[in-house]
């Protein structure tokens, strides 16, 4: 049986973003275990998704003010908490499991890890996220568009990027994960990036390095190359931008097991063929990642509307010119929430949690 801490921070991450739900192996326990000691474990259930800073947080607690940062400190390094440093300010707080711990374990993630969330995810995480608004929103690349310039600003890439201060890139912990298991997909491993708080909290880590705009409007090319679904945070002024694929990636491949994952992802845009264009080639049904593109019995490529994510990949691969990316009606258009923290408060709405829960 875990012990009784871990089944206190395993509920107090369930209120947030997609949760941590139970499973009948008990495998997010042993994750738990694996990630916290039990005075970490401890100090994580005291804390909140609200940044505080270790005298805040001492003073709260009725601890030592000194004892507090360092283990704070610690478990920052650990990656087992979210932290904000400006200057010779540090202040600290929660993360969800996804996107956060998970993310967070991507240079303490080794085989066994590995394993444990492998197990996870196909026990239950991954059915629990195939129930919600996803984490991310799928955006469109660029060149896949006839009319960029008419794209909305928070499904422009390329601006979202030239308007961001301080950028990371880290290898992605999905493949990471996959990899360690041996069901790598073998596409690029840096290729993730961060934004702002969550940017300046890779590069203090160690997660990730700081990069110029040159070098993420590459890793942007990188990834249109190798085939992958550009997706953002699931905010107005996004945190990050992976670069996914749908055989490594928790995202895609929970929206893989849906059926119609058209019905559930946050996408503004749509695949079109043009029958009297293609030339049966099939290179897009390589390029798709959702399974999206099929061949009629004319050997024409086919697109079904309730498995396309919008991304625009098979667009920027068709010889012919046959394929193009089509905007929804404005009755269909998503806007996403204005921040993180009323994403969550969304997400975990959805499950008929609240982040306010009391939990102790």
């Known amino acids: 049986m875990p012990n009784e801490i871990y089944k206190k921070v395993r509920e107090q991450l369930d209120q947030y973003s997609c949760g941590f739900p139970l499973t009948e192996s008990g495998v997010e326990f042993r994750i738990l275990e694996r990630i916290f000691t039990e005075d970490e474990a401890e100090m994580f ?3 909140s998704l609200n940044l505080e800073t270790p005298e805040e947080i001492a003073l709260r607690l009725g601890r030592d003010p000194k004892a507090v940062e360092a283990l704070l400190r610690r478990m920052g390094e650990k990656g087992n908490i979210f932290t904000w440093r400006r200057g010779e300010t540090a202040k600290y707080g929660t993360a969800p499991y996804i996107m956060g711990l998970y993310e967070f374990q991507l240079n303490s993630m080794d085989s066994e890890l590995a394993g444990l969330c492998e197990q996870y995810f196909k026990e239950a995480f991954l059915d629990q996220m195939s129930r919600i608004t996803p984490l991310m929103r799928t955006i469109p690349i660029n060149r896949s568009l006839e009319s960029p310039h008419l794209i ?10 030239e308007s961001k201060n301080i950028i990371s890139l880290a290898n992605c912990v999905c493949r990471t994960q996959q990899n360690l298991i041996g069901q790598g ?3 690029p491993l840096e290729i993730c990036m961060s934004f702002g708080a969550n940017a300046r909290h890779y590069i203090d880590q160690g997660l990730g390095r700081r990069i110029g705009i040159e070098e993420a409007l590459k890793a942007l090319d990188i990834a249109e190359e190798a085939g992958c679904v550009l997706q ?5 002024n996004p945190g990050g931008l992976c670069c996914c694929c749908g055989d490594c990636c928790a995202i895609l491949r929970s929206l893989n097991r849906m059926e119609r994952p058209a019905n559930i992802v946050v996408s503004n845009y749509l695949a079109v063929v043009s029958p009297d264009l293609c030339t049966g080639c099939q290179i897009c049904l390589d390029r798709c990642q959702m399974g999206a593109i099929t061949m009629n019995d004319q050997g024409l490529a086919q697109i079904n509307p309730d498995r396309c994510l919008g991304c625009g990949l098979c667009v920027t691969r068709c010889p012919a010119e046959a394929l193009r990316l089509e905007r929804k009606p404005e009755s269909r258009l998503y806007v996403p929430p204005a921040n993180g923290m009323e994403a969550l408060e969304w997400m975990a ?3 008929g949690k609240s982040l306010n829960a009391d939990i102790s």
């Open 152 to 161: 909305a600003t928070y499904d422009d890439s390329r601006k979202m990027l």
């Open 45 to 47: 259930h005291c804390l």
């Open 349 to 351: 709405g959805q499950r």
């Open 185 to 187: 997909c073998g596409k």
């Open 232 to 236: 953002l945070s699931n905010t107005l």
